[in-house]
């Protein structure tokens, strides 16, 4: 797809999940000029660049507020600490958290959600009780502020449904909580999500020719409830697996997901990208 499609005023891909302010860039020679320039000429419009701790929230709001409507593509951040980074938290970090969460902050620097949030029992980089305690601590700031989170998860299906399920009784959760980044999760355990609210984000795996889990629960989740991401610079999809990942391979995934529901590249692009906006709680 290399000419801008328009459907009901949304216009190209929006790629939900890029952290383009890794270093993999840099050291293999890619500007920010040539990745966005690049996403452009494969009509991506919208991407939004997530964070794993504070340097790098500092670094997507920065690579955010210079890149921004280069080459047509609108730029959002988020901020947050994901569960490698847990062990990381301190009374410092939460509040200079809660601060680049302030809503004139949030406005200045297009910070759309908190995250990567969550629980990742496959490497364990920090203590898995260190992890659940971060990760409800960041799930009570996205409720008093009032914003969206990405959730990682990854081999700890158990004790992140059980830790959002409490939540969700509690009234701990908005109505739209946010979205399940790269669900690697079962397809009953993803329904169990979306009916906490939840959007479910597919990328590259999904078009990998042994994973059948990714189109079962492409089957088993609402097409209103779909997003789409790279996780650039990894999880490169096919044709381009083992490459570094980059925003413009991201209608291969819309691709494949459009094959796996009987829809067109075309209509997969326009629904992933208006829920994209709708996750994001987007009006422009």
Known sequence: MREAKHFRGVTGFFD????????RFSEEGRTPDDVLKAASEAVITRILIPADNMETSRLAVSYRNENSGRHGVTLYSSVGIHPHEAKSWSDEAEQELITLLDKNNRAENGIRAIGEIGLDYYYDLSPRDVQREVFKKQLVIAKELDIPFILHER??????????KSFYREGGLRPNPGVCHCCSMSPE??????KMGFFIGFDGPVTFKNNKKGPEVAKAVPKDRIVIETDSPYLTPEPNRGMRNEPEFVPFVAARLAEILDMTTEEMCHITAENGLRL???ED
Not at 189 to 194: G, H, I, N, P
């Open 280 to 282: 994001y709680e987007i």
């Open 16 to 23: 939900t999940h890029a952290h383009l302010y890794d270093s």
């Open 189 to 194: 355990a993803a329904s169990e999500m979306v």
């Open 155 to 164: 081999d700890a299906t158990g004790d992140c449904l059980e830790i959002l």
